[in-house]
């Protein structure tokens, strides 16, 4: 059998497996690794380097290098290993990694404790449970406001937690998916436009809009394609998709978000408070009802549809063609 047929089928198994375990807290995970790793490298690099712009750049360049190269390395090091003993070996190992770098579920059940805690009526219940799962300072949040950063949320993790790594891993295997999920995990720790990390993060947030820019735009159709396959409008999601998936700082973070929006006919994003100071951003979407906390779960479904979608595309098909071709 093939290496390519081996990691789609790995990657089938590995989807499967987040289906049905989503990400229990309790066990080992690489991305729990891989930011470990991260905020080691960032200690140690910030003494080996001058606190100046040139100096911290090139530290970000270093931060990059081998934050991409160890557990890329590793990963295709231990699956080398594995096929040397059993390709049945390998592909089990390959599954499991997989799983492990996928986040269908795990993002739909977070969000979903955010949902209950607003359904039993206890608001600061679900602006603990949102504050988990966003960047944004959610303890001045009301209902609405704690239903809309869960929405939000869903939407734009929709890309980065299952669609770009679907792509990824479908594309080169585990290790492929491992870069792509260290560099994700490296913008998310110092890629900020702040004093402590303008310029030191900088090469890591590049790399990552770089990454993503395929991916993103690609979530932003399936997602479309996902809203009108559950049930929603998604002749509206592809709407304020074109019209609104440009609507922010990032090249990326918009698409899902508009797809969302549209399919569920609500206005996203606009000003937040970020770490005490108020956040200008343009609204994505219309304002054509009022946002409920039932749009958490809504956002859940429109999720999964657009993850079998992916699955299908980028696994599914390939398999078909290598399998009987």
């Known amino acids: 059998m093939s290496w390519a047929i081996m990691h789609l089928l790995a990657l089938l198994i590995g989807f499967c497996l987040d289906l049905l375990l989503g990400d229990p807290h309790w066990a080992p995970h690489p991305v729990r690794a891989i930011g470990a790793l991260i905020a ?34 590793l990963t295709a090091g231990v699956l080398w290993v594995c096929r040397q003993a059993s390709p049945w070996l390998a592909l089990g190992v390959e599954s499991v990694l997989s799983y492990q770098l996928l986040a269908t ?13 607003l359904k039993a009526g206890d608001l600061d219940k679900a602006r603990y449970a949102v504050s988990m799962i966003v960047g944004r300072d959610t303890a001045v949040l009301d209902e609405a406001g704690v239903s809309r950063a869960a929405v939000e949320t869903v939407a734009e993790n929709a890309s980065d937690g299952v669609i770009a790594p679907l792509l990824f891993l479908a594309v080169g295997g585990a290790p492929l998916g491992m870069l792509y999920k260290a560099a994700n995990t490296m913008d998310s720790m110092v890629g900020y436009r702040n004093e402590t990390y303008l310029y030191f993060g900088r090469t890591a947030a590049r790399l990552d809009d770089v990454l993503n820019f395929l991916p993103a735009r690609m979530a932003g159709v399936l997602l479309c394609l996902g809203a009108a396959a559950a049930g929603y409008d998604g002749k509206n999601a592809w709407r304020i998709f074109q019209r609104d998936r440009k609507n922010h700082k990032s090249p990326n973070s918009a698409h899902t978000e508009a797809a969302c929006a549209g399919a569920l006919q609500l206005r996203l994003a606009g000003p937040n408070f970020y770490f005490g100071k108020l956040v200008d951003k343009p609204y994505i979407g219309d304002d054509q009802r ?16 657009a993850a079998f979608f992916a699955l299908l595309l980028f696994c599914g098909l390939p398999l078909l063609i290598l399998l009987f071709p």
């Open 40 to 73: 080691g490298l960032e200690k140690g690099l910030r003494r080996l380097f001058p606190k100046s712009p040139a100096g911290e750049l090139a530290g970000g360049v270093v931060l990059v290098v081998f934050t991409l190269a160890i557990p890329t390395g």
């Open 105 to 117: 579920k795990s993002l739909a059940a977070e969000s979903r404790k955010v949902y209950d805690a």
């Open 290 to 305: 009022p946002i409920e906390p039932l749009d958490i779960l809504r956002a859940g479904r429109i999720l999964y549809a």
